[in-house]
Every structure is written in C-alpha cells, then in structure tokens.
C-alpha cells in the first residue's frame, strides 16, 4: 500500500470544546491538592505529575542535513548541534518507592532553538515531553479531570519504605489512570515489569504542528550500550531509589545514542488530532528519524544537574517553537496547569525556574 502525502497544518485542524476553559480551571484545582498534600509531607514541592526522577542527563541533539523538504520544518530545518537535558522519571505525583513500577516518562529540553515562539514561552528553549507507551489513556481533558479526582483524594502520606504496601497501591492504581496510563497488570498487582528507563522507546502520545505539516514524536535507543538495556528488569524490591542507583551506575560508561523521530499525519481520520488513545499506526504512518541525540558517560545525578534540572527548571510542551504547537484537547489542556505547577513549586520552595541557553 503506498504513503499518502502528509496533511498540511492549518489552525482549522483542531475543533475547540465548549467544556475547556472549565476543565482546565479544574485540573488546576486538583494539582493544587495532590501538591499541597505532597509538600507539606516532603517540606518541600514537587511536580504534580511525574514528581521522581531517575536521572538528570546532558546530551546533545544533532540535526541532520540534508532533509527532504516535508521534514526540513520547524527547529529541524536547520541543521546542525543543540545541547540538551533529559529528565526521566515516573508518572506518579508522590515520590514513590521503585519496587511500584511504574510507566516511565523522559522530558527533553532542547536548547538555543531559533523562531517565532509559542504565546509565553520564555527563553529560546523547545521541549518535548514523552512517556514509553504511544498512546494515552484519557481521550480527553475532562476525561482526564474524573481520574484526576479520585487521585487528589488519594494521596497519601508516604514514608518510603515503611508505606503499607496495600494504600501505595490504591494510590498508584488511581494514579496510573489519572495520568492515563492504565495496566491492567500494575493494577492487579503492581506487577509491571520494571524496565530499565535506558533501553525505553519514548512517545509524544500528542500531535504537534510540525512548520507546514503536523507530527507526532518518538525517541528511540539505538546505540547498544541502550538497546541491551531493552526489556531488561530492575530489581527494585529492597531498594527505594533502584531505579535511580541503576540508572547512574550505568550512565557512568555508556555512550548513548537515540534516534529523534518524527511521524507525519498523512489521513485525519486514521490519525486523529483530538484524540491521543488513537494510535497512529506505523503502516500509514511510518516513523523517519531527523536528529540524533548523544549522551557520553557521565554522573546522571550529580548535585549540580539535579539542582539545576530537576529543582530550577520546568519542562512543557508550551515552551517551544510556534512551528511546534502543541495540537488538540489534551495539549491545549496542558498549557496552563504545567505552569501552575511549576509556579507552585517556585512559590513554595523560594526558587524560581529558569530557561538555560548554552
Ligand atoms: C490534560 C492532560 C495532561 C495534564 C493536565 C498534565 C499535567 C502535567 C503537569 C501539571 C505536570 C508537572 C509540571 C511541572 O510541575 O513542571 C506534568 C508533567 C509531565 N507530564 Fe503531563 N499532563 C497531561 C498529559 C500528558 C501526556 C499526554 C503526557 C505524555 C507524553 C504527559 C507526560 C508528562 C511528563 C513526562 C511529565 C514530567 C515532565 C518533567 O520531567 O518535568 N503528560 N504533566
């Protein structure tokens, strides 16, 4: 079966519900109770969603030259090196211990990007925010808000490894929805393989505009000192913070090298914008690689990069090129309450965020 041509953006592409500025306001209202509960415990604010990381890591992404024309868009019609920083974690908004597996998140911030940016985006930064699974589970924000709900409710009082096993569970299971990622298997039993964040593949999940077209994103291990890691298992049933251990004693020899992918919208109705629990099937829609991106050896959770990272810096789709406009419900959903988090953050914890550039 051939390719067909891929759609051209235009802002008619997405269709606005009557229910999102109501929606949004009551996102924001949960994330202020999941962070609330979660701060006074810790003494100290953390993500909303996503709250552990597992490493911090510097990398660089390299553009290639040399583009066909429909993927020489956006930042990614110039070629040429960037440095960036990748977050991993895990979706839950409490800081859970590992032996609770859970799916794996990776935010990557690409920096000194030249363009015309997104309304409120500081710096001269472009973030992408991926998670390993290519789909997500709400088909849309108020969805997404019901779940929400029953987490805030939940959130619980964590003391690492001492939480009854039976509440972190409840807490997970109601996380794993509100964050749109259910298994049946972690909700059975938390029995999700706990699989080395190294060796994942990342998924954008949302669409993006893409300069004249519209895609969605993909980061994909290739170097071998990542693809061993592929499907293997971390033992996190003694050690709270495994994930992380492992992570950094493996990032001290590995070259890392990802492909940056992108998949281009070629049919509305096989891939849809608004609605992110449709996956945009490989065969009509095939993946094409337009940057790498390389991380030498290196400490992943060095005092200075988690300072810098993880407390001083905050990761949204909306921080980036208006080339790259986040598209649909979801994503337009997301805008306002990843500033409100991290603006929560800032407030609690007296430390303002920060856009790097070199
Ligand atoms: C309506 C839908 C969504 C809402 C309201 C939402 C909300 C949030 C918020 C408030 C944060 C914390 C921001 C901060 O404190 O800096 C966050 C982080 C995150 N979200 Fe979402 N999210 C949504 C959908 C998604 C989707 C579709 C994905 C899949 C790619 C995703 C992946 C992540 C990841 C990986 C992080 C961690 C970012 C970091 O490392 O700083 N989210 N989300």
Redo the contacts with the bound molecule.
């Keep these: 079966m051939s390719i067909s041509q891929p759609i051209r953006y235009s802002s008619d592409l997405e269709s606005i519900r009557d229910d999102e500025k109501e ?2 306001a009551g ?1 924001n209202e949960q ?1 202020d109770v999941i ?1 609330q509960k979660t701060a006074e415990d810790y003494g100290h604010a ?6 552990k ?1 597992h490493g911090i890591i510097e990398a660089a992404m390299t553009v290639a030259a040399g583009l066909p024309p429909e993927l020489a868009q956006g930042m990614f019609a110039t070629p040429g090196a960037h440095k960036v920083f990748l ?3 895990t ?1 839950a908004g409490d800081i859970l211990p590992d032996a609770i597996s859970l799916p ?4 990557m911030k690409v920096l000194d990007v030249e363009g015309p940016r997104l309304p409120d985006a500081e710096g001269s930064t472009q973030d992408f ?3 390993n699974g290519p789909v ?1 589970q ?1 088909p ?2 108020k969805k ?2 019901s779940s ?1 709900k029953l987490l805030a409710k939940t959130t619980d009082r964590m003391e690492g490894t001492k939480t009854v096993l039976s509440s972190v569970l409840q807490t997970v299971n109601k996380g794993l929805e509100a ?2 990622v259910a298994s049946p298997t972690i909700q059975s039993l938390g029995g999700a393989p706990n699989s080395d964040p190294l060796g994942e593949t ?5 669409p993006f505009r893409y300069g004249d077209y519209v895609a969605k994103f993909k980061l994909k291990p290739i170097s071998p000192d990542l693809t061993q890691r592929t499907d293997t298992l971390i033992d996190a049933t003694v050690r709270e913070n495994a994930i992380r251990e492992t992570v950094q004693a493996e990032m001290q020899e590995t070259n890392g090298v990802w492909e940056f992918q992108v998949q281009l919208c070629r049919n509305l109705e096989d891939q849809p914008i608004e609605d ?1 629990t449709v996956e945009w099937k490989e065969e009509d829609a095939p993946f094409v690689t337009v940057a790498k991106v390389t991380a030498m050896p290196q400490d992943s959770w060095s005092d200075v990069n988690v300072q810098k990272v ?1 407390e001083e ?5 909306w921080t980036g090129l208006d080339a790259h406009r986040p598209l649909g ?3 337009r ?2 805008r306002d ?6 603006e ?2 800032a407030r609690f914890n007296g430390c303002p ?1 920060h856009e790097p550039s070199h």
Excluded at 337 to 342: E, I, K, L, T, V
């Design positions: 929606t949004i996102l994330f962070m953390v993500r909303s969603v996503h709250a990381a977050r991993l974690s979706n794996r998140g990776l935010a925010i991926m998670v997500f709400a849309n924000a997404f808000l929400l964050v749109g990342y998924f954008s999940v949302t992110p993880d810096m905050r990761f949204s789709v419900n979801i994503n959903a997301r309450p990843y500033r409100h988090s991290a929560f953050r965020f």
